[in-house]
C-alpha cells in the first residue's frame, strides 16, 4: 500500500504547487487503502513512472519498512525513470504533467472543460459557465479549437503569457496529430 509522506502532505495544501495534475491526483488517492498495483494502472498504464518518481522524491512512501505491496506489477510499456533529488521539481511540472495518454478530440475538451473549473470558476463563475455552456454546444473540432483560443487569451489576461503558453502547448498534445497538420 502507498501512503503521503509529509512532504506528500504538504504539496497538497493551498498554495503548494510544485507536481503536475497527475503527480497530485496519485498524491490525493495515495491513503494506504490502495495498492501499489492500482495506482500503476492509472491514467491507462501511465501511472507506473509517476508512482516511481513520487517514490524517489519522496512524496510516497510503501506501507510498512519500505517493502513493495504483494500486487505490485511492473507495466512493460513504462520506460524507467531515473531518480532525481527529493527537492527538484520535474521539468514537466511547469506547466503540468508530462503527457502520456492518447490524442483525441474528447480528451482535449475534457482538458479545456478542467480548466475552465480549476482557473476560471475560482475567479470568475460567469465566465466558467460560458465557457463550460461554449464546450457543450461545440460539435465539431473547429467549435471547440474556437473556445480554446479564447480561453487561451483569458488565461493570459488572468495568469500571464508563459502560463497561456503552457497550457496552449499541453493541448496542442492533447489534439490528434491529424488536426494539427490541418491547422498548419
Request: proline share 4%.
Given at each position: 500500500?502507498?501512503?503521503?509522506?509529509?512532504?506528500?502532505?504538504?504539496?497538497?495544501?493551498?498554495?503548494?504547487?510544485?507536481?503536475?495534475?497527475?503527480?497530485?491526483?496519485?498524491?490525493?488517492?495515495?491513503?494506504?487503502?490502495?495498492?501499489?498495483?492500482?495506482?500503476?494502472?492509472l491514467?491507462?498504464?501511465?501511472?507506473?513512472?509517476?508512482?516511481?518518481?513520487?517514490?524517489?522524491?519522496?512524496?510516497?512512501?510503501?506501507?510498512?519498512?519500505?517493502?513493495?505491496?504483494?500486487?505490485?506489477?511492473?507495466?512493460?510499456?513504462?520506460?524507467p525513470?531515473?531518480?532525481?533529488?527529493?527537492?527538484?521539481?520535474?521539468?514537466?511540472?511547469?506547466?503540468?504533467?508530462?503527457?502520456?495518454?492518447g490524442?483525441?478530440?474528447?480528451?482535449?475538451?475534457?482538458?479545456?472543460?478542467?480548466?475552465?473549473?480549476?482557473?476560471f470558476?475560482?475567479?470568475?463563475?460567469?465566465?466558467?459557465?460560458?465557457?463550460?455552456?461554449?464546450?457543450?454546444?461545440?460539435?465539431?473540432?473547429?467549435?471547440?479549437?474556437?473556445?480554446?483560443?479564447?480561453?487561451?487569451?483569458?488565461?493570459?489576461?488572468?495568469?500571464?503569457?508563459?502560463?497561456?503558453?503552457?497550457?496552449?502547448?499541453?493541448?496542442?498534445?492533447?489534439?490528434?496529430?491529424?488536426?494539427?497538420?490541418?491547422?498548419?
Amino acid at each position: 500500500m502507498l501512503r503521503k509522506t509529509e512532504k506528500g502532505r504538504l504539496e497538497l495544501r493551498p498554495g503548494n504547487r510544485t507536481l503536475g495534475q497527475r503527480e497530485r491526483a496519485i498524491l490525493l488517492l495515495a491513503d494506504g487503502q490502495h495498492n501499489e498495483s492500482q495506482m500503476a494502472a492509472l491514467f491507462t498504464g501511465a501511472g507506473r513512472p509517476l508512482v516511481d518518481l513520487l517514490l524517489a522524491q519522496g512524496y510516497l512512501e510503501r506501507r510498512g519498512a519500505g517493502q513493495a505491496d504483494k500486487g505490485t506489477t511492473m507495466d512493460v510499456r513504462s520506460k524507467p525513470t531515473r531518480p532525481q533529488e527529493p527537492d527538484q521539481a520535474s521539468p514537466a511540472s511547469a506547466h503540468g504533467d508530462a503527457f502520456t495518454g492518447g490524442r483525441s478530440l474528447a480528451t482535449a475538451r475534457m482538458f479545456l472543460f478542467d480548466l475552465s473549473e480549476r482557473l476560471f470558476a475560482p475567479r470568475d463563475k460567469a465566465l466558467a459557465a460560458r465557457y463550460r455552456s461554449a464546450l457543450r454546444e461545440a460539435r465539431d473540432a473547429v467549435a471547440m479549437l474556437a473556445v480554446g483560443r479564447e480561453m487561451i487569451v483569458d488565461v493570459e489576461a488572468l495568469a500571464g503569457s508563459a502560463r497561456a503558453d503552457g497550457i496552449s502547448e499541453r493541448l496542442a498534445k492533447l489534439l490528434p496529430l491529424e488536426l494539427l497538420e490541418t491547422m498548419g
